[in-house]
């Protein structure tokens, strides 16, 4: 495996780094918002989004025929990367979840209609996959899609649907099949939110996001809002999540804190003595620090596996996702010890350690190790999938 960027990806990302200095905003660069600046929709943000878009650096893996530049995924990584490194928006769930899915199995209506929209950034995807009965399990989703004339009518809940309370449309996993196997029953739909049969409402985290659930009431779907084959829904999605596990989880926040976490321990004292001096600290930030360098090493694994094409690396995807959302709230509640009693001050406040950030940061990555599949889902992907062990195991 070659680990290094080559000098064409190397330039590029020089530029992006250039480009991201020479284009800070603080309004949506905060470190801060740990990587939620795109939960979120202001005019600032989605200003910065038409920037990038302008710069043609959404969809750049996409086929040319597309409108993309038919390059590898590294360019998105590398991208991605920066653009957590700097707090900055992501380039978001349309390019990769909906773009790239509507790309290898949508019709060519679908294509027209929304790829251009996609690349331009002039339109904002929630993505509706859990429902309270289902949680990370997605072929165990039972909102019901019942065929009738012209298309289809949905009735059921959905529960945590990031960005329903902005997004323009609704990207919707729905049993259509429920007298097959619960992995081929479902099947995926293009619903606009404005729908009136649509009802969403807001639900506050523990972290500094909003998600939302949504309960779908007669919601009727014409036929040419189905992507793909019927049936073959939890397919997409599954494929889709691989790209999901990957670019929605960067690691530049987590070396970021890292970095933080070590220089508040080279200068900082804890009950009048250097916390550089205690053992037990001394002991954790190496294992942080050990393990940040790990995480960076299967993130990279995972780029050697994906370059070339071809459908995400299953495997390295889960195990990326795995490890590092654990490390990333292992890294706050590391940080929130050796900060003492001090340390649970809430962000904002004057006597907060590091302005609150790891206080803010812990409550943050709750989420994280939950959206995109729980780590119990990913846990039984590597199981079955790399160790060959059977689903009772």
Not at 280 to 288: K, M, P, S, V, Y
Not at 356 to 383: L, P
Request: include cysteine; aromatic fraction near 10%.
């Amino acid at each position: 495996m070659n680990f290094d960027f080559t000098p064409e990806e190397q330039t590029f990302a020089d530029e992006v780094e250039a480009w991201l200095v020479e284009n800070h905003d603080p309004v949506v660069m905060d470190h801060h918002r740990e990587n939620f600046s795109q939960l979120s929709d202001t005019p600032e943000r989605r200003a910065f989004m038409k920037k990038l878009a302008a710069k043609g650096w959404l969809g750049m893996s996409w086929p040319k025929e597309y409108g993309g530049q038919e390059i590898e995924g590294v360019y998105e990584f590398i991208l991605t990367e920066a653009l957590a490194r700097h707090a900055a928006p992501q380039i978001g769930k349309g390019v990769g979840i909906i773009g790239k899915t509507l790309i290898r199995h949508g019709s060519d209506k679908l294509k027209q209609e929304f790829l251009p929209k996609i690349l331009s950034a002039e339109v904002e995807f929630a993505v509706g996959y859990s429902e309270p009965q289902a949680g990370s399990d997605a072929a165990n989703m039972q909102l019901k899609a019942d065929k009738v004339e012209g298309g289809w009518n949905l009735n059921g809940q959905k529960m945590w649907t990031t960005s329903a309370h902005f997004a323009e449309w609704y990207w919707v996993g729905a049993r259509t099949d429920p007298d097959k196997s619960k992995h081929n029953g479902i099947s995926l739909f293009l619903i606009p939110m404005d729908h009136p049969g649509l009802e969403v409402q807001s639900l506050p985290t523990i972290g500094k996001d909003t998600t939302n659930q949504v309960f779908f009431e007669d919601v009727f779907v014409p036929d040419d809002y189905l992507v793909g084959v019927r049936g073959r829904g939890f397919q997409y999605i599954a494929e889709a999540l691989d790209l999901e596990r990957f670019t929605m989880f960067t690691l530049s926040p987590i070396t970021n804190r890292t970095q933080v976490l070590v220089d508040y321990a080279k200068t900082s004292k804890r009950d009048g003595k250097p916390v550089r001096e205690n053992p037990d600290t001394r002991r954790l930030i190496a294992n942080i620090v050990t393990d940040t360098a790990v995480s960076k090493a299967l993130s990279t694994r995972f780029l050697c596996a994906a370059r070339g094409g071809g459908k995400p690396p299953t495997i390295p995807s889960s195990q990326y996702k795995l490890f590092t959302t654990s490390l990333s709230q292992r890294v706050c509640d590391e940080a929130l010890d050796i900060s003492g009693a001090a340390g649970t001050i809430r962000e904002g406040q004057e006597l907060a350690p590091l302005l609150g950030r790891f206080e803010g940061a812990y409550r943050a990555t709750m989420n994280e190790t939950v959206g995109g599949g729980s780590s119990e889902i990913q846990k039984n992907i590597i199981a079955r999938r790399h160790l060959g062990l059977p689903k009772n195991f």
